[in-house]
């Protein structure tokens, strides 16, 4: 048996190293000597360590050289200097021996070279590094030879290209033409890019119609133009002309001074920007839109705690109208009460947290807040409207109206009437169908509809008539200059000859002073709500200010004096 096993130490392909139970090196094995260039004699008593560059263990990042004293098995890729002066590649398994008490006899350790994995073709060896498809490096392989493209780059002072590719509209063609033409795509297009590529250059394939160019020599503009093109050259497969395009993204070295797994990433990002400019171009990835992505995301995770842990709260602003002054219902706004910058409003947040789901959570946390603020006043006795802003999102996510009866069911004693909910016009404009089926699902819950800044949008005479809105609220961009302004106040009058000729109520926003309800009662617009009349406050000071509210008798007054003197007013907002 022992003779067995030293014809195999001696003749197997693989190059194996014994340790002692210290890692010193008691035998190599003539293919170690082959590969390395390092003799048995020269190798004996020494630490393997020593021998090559560290290597690491995917999970944990623990090194070879540690996992050794806890694990009886273990494996780790490596980087080796090869014979010719190269550093390669490898795979270092280590086994531990054990003698019949237990104790460890020796380590046995067989370094596989994935440089000679390629070229043998041993089917293993091909279906954990390359790609079945195409034979090219898989994603697996790819990370160590950018490893090695890295460090050599850094040694020398060299530069590198990392490119992401990616096939545009590849799942269409594939459905369209079946997965055979669509694999013989795949194999056409790399061995084309292959021939794009110079010296030491390296293709991937790291997913289905995803690949990686590692360009050593960097990449200009006409190289990357005329990889393009040559995709874009039409591919005659079985009877069939298809002609693709691609996008690339595009990440340098030393310019992106990050690690392999980093650069990638970079990469990828940058591919997915093309893909936003229309397809079939490159992007050359940026560090500083990528600090802002990353800050933005940071931002996004800082605003889902501060909903989780009850830091936003909402504000109120009442609405008026002025024929006797009433108090007709408020707005709820909401702000952030952050611990460390103080009370923030909608403006530092909301453009953040757009797109994404925190746009809807924020929209539901909304609407209950104002149906428990609701409930509260009506125990006290107060009993007005609150309207709540709805996202373009939020309203057309296909589940609206359900969650929206759900949260009206959780407050059966608030009157759905008493809900209010406010919509964007560019909202109901983007999808005017989706809008009008959701709005009158909602109505038929008994809630009723505002179109809010009206008059910012597109097509406003046009599909006023069609959306089920209660009410028009005229924005306040145009209100605020309105008196100073000829050009506002032309947009505010025909929105107001608009809304009564469709028979629309409107409240008019961003109403400061005693001159500007003058000039909209005059106007035929008796609604208004703005800091003249009072500032977003806390739910706690609303009863208070409404007990105040009726010693305005200026406000009351308003509508007694349309034809009296309209000269310029003092701002209402220290009143």
């Not at 014994?18 to 003799?39: C, R, S, W």
């Not at 109206?401 to 008493?418: A, D, F, I, Q, T």
Request: charged content about 20%; proline content about 5%; glycine content about 8%.
């Amino acid at each position: 048996m022992d003779e067995l096993a030293a014809g195999v130490f001696n003749d197997v392909a693989e190059a194996i190293i014994i340790t002692d139970p210290d890692h010193g090196i008691l035998d190599a094995n003539p293919a170690f000597t082959e590969l390395t260039g390092l003799t048995r004699e020269a190798v004996l008593g020494q630490s393997p360590e020593g021998l090559f560059l560290p290597g690491s263990l995917a999970p944990g990042g623990e090194s070879l050289w540690q996992a050794l004293h806890f694990n009886d098995h273990c494996k780790a890729e490596i980087t080796y200097r090869h014979r010719d002066g190269h550093d390669c590649p490898a795979v270092m398994s280590n086994s531990r021996v054990r003698d019949a008490r237990g104790n460890t006899s020796h380590h046995v350790m067989v370094l596989s070279d994935l440089a000679a994995l390629a070229s043998s073709g041993r089917r293993a060896g091909r279906q954990v590094y390359f790609d079945a498809l195409t034979g090219l490096p898989n994603l697996q392989l790819l990370t160590q030879l950018i490893q090695e493209s890295l460090r050599h780059a850094h040694r020398q002072g060299g530069s590198l290209a990392i490119c992401a590719l990616d096939i545009d509209r590849f799942k269409r063609i594939n459905d369209q033409h079946g997965q055979e033409v669509g694999d013989l795509l795949i194999t056409s297009l790399a061995q084309r890019i292959s021939y794009q590529l110079h010296g030491d250059d390296i293709l991937a394939r790291v997913g289905g119609d995803e690949f990686v160019l590692l360009l050593h020599q960097g990449a200009d503009d006409d190289t990357l133009k005329q990889l393009l093109a040559s995709i874009r050259q039409p591919l005659f497969l079985k009877g069939r002309c298809l002609q693709v395009t691609a996008s690339l993204g595009v990440t340098f070295y030393p310019q992106d001074d990050e690690d392999g797994d980093v650069l990638l990433r970079h990469a990828t990002q940058a591919m997915h920007r093309a893909k936003q400019q229309g397809r079939d171009t490159y992007h050359v990835f940026d560090t500083g839109f990528d600090r802002e992505i990353q800050a933005r995301e940071a931002h996004r995770q800082r605003f889902a705690v501060a909903l989780a842990q009850g830091e936003l709260t909402l504000h109120y602003q009442p609405q008026v109208d002025m024929f006797g002054g009433e108090i007709i219902g408020t707005e709820a706004l909401v702000r952030w009460q952050h611990p460390e910058q103080g009370m923030l409003a909608p403006g530092h947040f909301l453009p953040v947290i757009e797109g994404t789901a925190l746009e809807i959570e924020l929209g539901e946390w909304v609407i209950e807040a104002a149906l428990r603020q609701l409930l509260a006043w009506r125990e006290q006795g107060i009993e007005l409207a609150v309207h709540v802003n709805i996202s373009p999102a939020h309203l057309l996510s296909g589940r609206f109206v359900e969650r929206l009866e759900w949260l009206l069911n959780r407050y059966p004693e608030v009157p759905s009437k008493l809900l209010k909910l406010e919509v964007l016009e560019s909202a109901a404009m983007h999808d005017i169908q989706s809008a009008m089926a959701t709005m009158r699902r909602c109505q038929a819950l008994g809630i009723d509809f505002a179109i809010d800044d009206f008059g910012t949008g597109y097509s406003s005479l046009t599909h006023l008539r069609q959306l089920p809105v209660d009410l028009i609220k005229i924005d306040q961009s145009f209100v605020r200059d309105m008196l100073t302004d000829p050009d506002d106040m032309a947009i505010v009058e025909s929105v107001i000859y608009m809304a009564n000729r469709f028979r629309r109520p409107m409240l008019a926003e961003g109403v400061e002073t005693l001159a500007h309800a003058r000039a909209l009662l005059a106007l035929g617009c008796a609604r208004v709500q703005g800091y003249g009349i009072a500032r977003p406050m806390p739910a706690e000071r609303f009863p208070g200010w409404l007990q105040e509210w009726p010693g305005r008798h200026e406000w009351s007054a308003l509508a007694m004096h349309l034809t009296g003197p309209s000269g310029p007013q003092p701002s209402l907002e220290a009143k």
